[in-house]
């Protein structure tokens, strides 16, 4: 964090402005510490506090009718954009909230007000005129937590507060708001996933696929007989790349884009936008089972569950489900797409553990032998069988542009 203190030596000693430049000194030291959007309790912080009270005591003897308070700021600034209560979300948290600051029933946050100041231009000496500056509310994004080395690693950002906010500024601004601030989010694992970095990793994935130009996506058209054309690619020697290209096809966006640390998931569905379901993918095993095991999971929940109020749907498909339902239902959708159990049952894959029964069946089902593979791995909790039919280091190959590295 830059050193604030360093050009303001007597500041912390300054208890009441005297002059004009007095006050000018101490708004732009303002400022420049809600560009810093310090920590709640670090030295940064008080004297941000300390400043802001400082400024409020002379604005109201010395103009209280020039400057307006916080609320006559961001209702003028909805006047000139021609906004909507709306549109305040992602500045503000939810709706309820911007209801309640807009009405005087809520106090601004230091992250409100470094959100309005940033990107809709409200004068931070108008924001804070009167305000209490509480700290950050437990639902409200804490920008100094996401995974900004990491980002700028993969070149997403340039490693700067400002250009992690410009970042998510790309998603329209209900789906950042679903994003950063709304709990929808239904996440299978059994280890503790770091939030900000799923945050980071899902924003990535809307902004690449919105770069699509996607025919319309038909409501419905994830049927049982849809996920069996798509398993049934797998049969030819560029399936993964050629899925890709046909789900783009029939208008949904499939991005495949490696996990950010402490995340640990294989793949995502997203359906933020009615109409406009995402697949993420991250090959973090790169092996064709998995490939097609995660892609048809996650077609199962657009299937399944695009009605819920949950819309992401996170999944480390290392884990049991055991007792949820959703990720039952997935997991079960995709399974007998790949293999029916009435194939499964009578084929020598069910009983002979042999590279010549996986092929057997999986040229019966018009797949490849690696999806039968993983099925019997499975089936028989021998995760070293058939290692050589399961299609190592045969899935990132087709997705050059992807930096592998990290």
């Not at 009435?342 to 999806?371: D, F, M, Q, Y």
């Amino acid at each position: 964090m830059p050193n604030i203190r360093a050009g303001i030596p007597d500041m912390f000693n300054l208890t009441a402005i005297k002059s004009e430049e007095d006050y000018a000194r101490v708004v732009a030291e303002i400022e420049k510490l809600i560009d810093v959007d310090p920590q709640t309790g670090t030295p940064e912080a008080n004297q941000l506090e300390l400043l802001t009270l400082v400024a409020n005591a002379y604005e109201a003897k010395a103009f209280p009718s020039n400057i307006p308070d916080a609320v006559e700021a961001i209702k003028f600034r909805m006047e000139q954009e021609r906004l909507s209560p709306r549109d305040l979300i992602p500045y503000i948290g939810s709706r309820s909230k911007v209801s309640e600051i807009l009405s005087r029933k809520r106090q601004l946050t230091l992250a409100m007000v470094r959100s309005l100041h940033d990107r809709l231009h409200i004068p931070a000496k108008a924001l804070i005129k009167q305000a209490e500056l509480l700290p950050l509310e437990a639902d409200e994004p804490d920008w100094s937590r996401f995974p900004v080395r990491d980002m700028a690693s993969r070149g997403w950002i340039d490693g700067s507060i400002s250009a992690l906010q410009q970042f998510f500024s790309q998603l329209s601004r209900p789906v950042e708001a679903e994003v950063l601030c709304r709990r929808t989010i239904h996440i299978r694992s059994a280890r503790k996933m770091d939030v900000y970095a799923l945050k980071a990793w899902t924003a990535r994935i809307i902004i690449e696929a919105n770069k699509a130009k996607l025919p319309k996506f038909v409501e419905g058209s994830v049927t049982s007989t849809f996920m069996t054309q798509v398993a049934r690619l797998s049969a030819r020697t560029d399936g993964p790349k050629a899925a890709r290209e046909f789900l783009l096809n029939h208008g949904i966006a499939v991005v495949i884009e490696p996990h950010l640390p402490h995340t640990y998931l294989d793949g995502a569905a997203i359906l933020i936008v009615k109409g406009r379901p995402i697949i993420g993918i991250t090959i973090r095993h790169d092996r064709l089972d998995n490939f097609w095991f995660t892609l048809l999971h996650e077609l199962a929940h657009l299937s399944l569950h695009s009605e819920l109020q949950e819309k992401q749907f996170i999944d480390d498909l290392d884990i049991d489900p055991k007792n949820d339902q959703i990720e039952s239902e997935a997991d079960r959708l995709a399974g007998v797409t790949l293999i029916p159990p009435a194939h499964w049952n009578k084929s020598p894959a069910s009983k002979v553990r042999s590279p010549a029964a996986a092929s057997h069946l999986a040229k019966e089902l018009g797949i490849h032998p690696a999806i039968v593979a993983g099925r019997m791995r499975h089936h028989w909790k021998a995760f070293r069988l058939l290692n050589s039919v399961v299609g190592h280091r045969e899935v990132r190959k087709w997705f050059p542009e992807v930096n592998w590295t990290n």
